[in-house]
Each structure stands twice: as C-alpha cells, then as structure tokens.
C-alpha cells in the first residue's frame, strides 16, 4: 500500500470523490463532492488542486469537466479501484439500499458471541447510524447474508462495523 499523509479533510474529500467516480460516467463535479462532505465548492477546488499535487486526483477541464481519482487514490485509502460494480442489497430501518460493497471483513471469528465484521461500501455511510439493525446480502460470490447491529461507523473509510448476530450461507442442493 502506498503510503501518502493526507490530512484529514483531503482523505474525506478524496473518499467522497472515488464514491461519486463510477468507470465510464467521466468526471465527478466539485459541486458533487462539496455536498457530499458538507463544505463550499471553493474549498473542495482547493483541496482538489492539492491533491492533484500529490498525484491522486486528475483534473478534466471544460463543460462536462470536473475531477477523477487516479490508480494512487485508491492505493491512499486502501481500496480496489472496481471495473464493474456489484450491488449488494443493504436493509435497514425496513428500507432496502443498493449499495456497491468494496469488501466485507470479519474480526473475531473464534468468539461467537463477540463476532464483528467491518462492512466497506463505496457509498456514503451518513444514512447510517450507530445502533440499527442491518442486513447485507446475498453478496456476489458467495451468496453470504450478514446480519447485525451498527456498533460504530467509520465516515472516513465508509465503514460500517457489525456486531454479527446472524450470517447464512446458500446450502447446495445435492446432486
């Protein structure tokens, strides 16, 4: 993993941007990322310039212009850069999301009753909050369904941690 010092504020405007980014829809607005972090569209161009600096964000200029993340955005905060997207069903409070997962990652396996696991989305996790009930699934390969409650929310990486109370894998039919 490449290791680039981003402050702060530069790690949740370049989550925010590779959120928005989806391959072959071009370039996300600044105006996009500024709504999405909560700040003034100035200050998500200057953030933007800097980041350029240090090699993470490409700059398209013109009417359809706006920002991309570079293969370095997505080694910075630790993520796989997606070709295609999968969505993965993501229920709480009753109301069923799409989200595209980056990957789902279980902490404390061998305690049963202490079973987290750490849910990475590429959307944002501001819908979420600490203490809902939470279901993902059927994943893509595995068909696995998690199902849990929110114990904390990291919005900088857009994680979700899971206390596990239940997880289901698909039974083959035998042949």
């Known amino acids: 993993m490449v290791q680039i010092d981003l402050t702060t504020s530069q790690e949740q405007t370049l989550t925010a941007l590779v959120n928005q980014h989806r391959p072959g829809e071009g370039p996300v607005k600044a105006q996009v990322v500024a709504d999405e972090v909560d700040r003034s569209l100035g200050t998500i161009q200057n953030q933007m310039q ?13 009417p359809a212009g706006g920002y991309e993340p570079t293969e370095l ?9 997606l070709d295609e997207t999968a969505a993965v069903t993501v229920a709480h409070d009753y109301e069923r999301l799409d989200v595209t997962v980056d990957r789902l990652t279980f902490k404390s396996v061998h305690h049963p009753e202490s079973c987290r696991a750490e849910l990475h989305l590429q959307q944002s996790v501001a819908d979420f909050s600490v203490g809902q009930a939470v279901a993902a699934g059927p994943l893509p390969l595995s068909g696995l369904v998690v199902a849990g409650t929110i114990e904390a929310i990291d919005d900088t990486s857009n994680t979700l941690i899971l206390d596990v109370a239940k997880l289901e894998a698909p039974v083959e039919e035998p042949e």
Not at 73 to 81: C, D, M, N, Q, V
Request: proline residues 5%; aromatic residues 4%.
């Open 50 to 62: 800097r980041l350029a600096q240090l090699g993470v964000v490409e700059g398209v200029s013109g």
């Open 73 to 81: 955005a997505f080694e910075a905060l630790g993520r796989e850069p």
